[in-house]
Each structure stands twice: as C-alpha cells, then as structure tokens.
C-alpha cells in the first residue's frame, strides 16, 4: 500500500487545492510501474505511478519529458502535477485523462508530424538529461552528428548491455560490424534533430473523449523523426490514415525503408536486455538482414 497521506499533500500544495483521497482504482497495462486512479471529492481524479524510491529520477525525467512534448502545442500529453519519495515509494502524479474516445489515425498523424517539426534550438541530438526506455537508462548526451549519437549512445549502448545480459557471440559480432558500417546507411541523409516521443508504440498513445490524440509514457530527445515512424510499425496498432496524413505534412525519406530496421533494433535489443528471451534470435534476423545490404 502506498503512502496515501504524502501524496495527497504533493497533490493539495502542487494544485492549490485541499485534495482528500475517497478510494484508489487499480489500473492495469503497465509492466513497470503500479498504477492507480485515485478519486477525491467533487469528482476530482488523478493518474498515479508507483515504482520503489530508488527510481525517482526516472518520474523526473518523465515529468520534464511530458512538459517538453506540452510546449510544443500541437499534441496532447497528460499535465504533470507533482512527484515525489515516500519511504516505500517513488511516485508520480498526472492529469486523469478519460482515453475512451473514438479513434482518429489521420488527425494523430497530422500532430505527430507538426511535433517532430519542433527541433533542438541548435543543440544538436539527444537532450538535456537521461531518461529511460522501459526500465532502461536512455544516455543522451547532445551531439552534433545523429549517426555519432546513434552508434554511441543509443545501437552501441545497447549492446554492451546485451554482451552483459549474455547475448550470442554472433549477435555481438553482427552488432560490432553495424557499429562500423553504420554511415553507409545514412548516405546523403543528414536529419535534423526533432523533438520526439521516443517510445511510439500503440499502447502509448489513444484519443480523448473529444478524439483528439493524447501520447503518453515518453523516453523523449531530439532526434531523427524516423525512430518515431520506425516504432509506430514495430509492434503494429496505427492505421494507415495515420501514416498518409503523417506523409502529408511531411513526407518521409526515400532512404527510410533501409534505416527503419536499424530503429527497430535499438527497442529490440532494449526488449532482450529487459525481458530476455526470443527477443535475441529476433535482433539478430534484424542485423542480418541490415549486414545483407552492404556493398
């Protein structure tokens, strides 16, 4: 059970309002966090995340993330309200959002490409902090060259992970050799570094009661607009009026096609270095079939 007390007090002194908790609703779908509605007088509700108290900074980071992706006005993300240690617990508090609304693919692509329009202010890839993927630290780090960023902080991280998670000497080996061939896939493609959701899957995204689009979850930096795309197609859920209005605003690169394995493969390894299992064999068919296209 989570500190009821601690939490009601964030949530009174960070609304201006006194907040007194009536019941709490467990809430499923999440693999990493405990997650409840809690319910107050009034009607009024909110969106709790629960972790142990050793993973604030990862509420943290969430919380700026959101906030980044809100100041862009063009997409709409759960509001912050507060976040905090109680002595079991790390928590964080949003804006309950009612996600009951009926879908609307060509109006979130439409949102998606004006957010990765937004780009760094000259900073270059990456952000002003680490966050998470999953349950994973996400080094970013800015960097002037994406594919520098790409090898080191993102394909190359993952790795090492791997190699200590026990992958195959031959999923290591093919991962190296994509390290160092890296560039021949970004031939005359040089991608400005938009603001990105960083984790697009279709269980972190939904429409409102209004069917406007709401994402939520996010591992977010400044980067190529593809990691985006490429995320969208790895686990399936958007519709292909999503992709034509995406393309309609801003039509993706011809070269897309052969660097969205390469984005896929960054969530792959992740998924084996959290979860173990097939997701190895997987990665590994993914580097093969990228190492086949080199001259």
């Known amino acids: 059970m989570f500190d009821s007390q601690v939490i009601s007090a964030d949530i009174s002194s960070s609304t201006a309002t006194p907040f007194i908790l009536k019941n709490h609703v467990a809430v499923g779908g999440g693999d990493i966090n405990e997650t409840y509605r809690l319910q107050g007088e009034c009607g009024r509700q909110f969106f709790l995340k629960l972790n142990h108290a050793s993973r604030i900074a990862m509420f943290v980071a969430e919380a700026e993330g959101l906030l980044e992706l809100a100041r862009a006005k063009v997409i709409r993300v759960p509001a912050p309200v507060c976040y905090g240690e109680t002595r079991a617990h790390a928590y964080l508090v949003l804006e309950n959002l009612d996600l009951s609304g009926t879908a609307n693919g060509a109006l979130m692509g439409q949102q998606l490409a004006k957010l990765h329009q937004t780009d760094s202010n000259g900073c270059g890839h990456g952000w002003h902090r680490e966050n998470t993927i999953g349950a994973t630290p996400q080094k970013n780090s ?97 519709s292909q009026e999503f992709y034509s209005a995406y393309e309609q605003i801003w039509p993706l690169d011809a070269g897309y096609s052969r660097r969205r394995d390469i984005y896929k493969l960054y969530h792959i390894l992740n998924h084996f270095n959290m979860f173990g299992g097939g997701y190895a064999s997987q990665a590994n068919n993914i580097l093969e079939k990228l190492l086949i296209l080199l001259p």
């Open 142 to 238: 800015w960097c002037a060259d994406w594919v520098d960023f790409l090898r080191q902080q993102r394909l190359g991280y993952q790795l090492k992970l791997a190699s200590k998670r026990g992958a195959s000497r031959k999923l290591l080996n093919n991962g190296q050799l994509l390290l160092e061939e890296l560039d021949f896939y970004f031939d005359n493609y040089v991608p400005m570094p938009s603001l990105l959701h960083g984790d697009l899957w279709a269980g972190n995204a939904a429409y409102d009661e209004a069917g406007q689009p709401v994402i939520y979850d996010p591992a977010v930096y400044y980067g190529d607009r593809e990691t985006d795309i490429a995320m969208t197609e790895l686990f399936g859920g958007f």
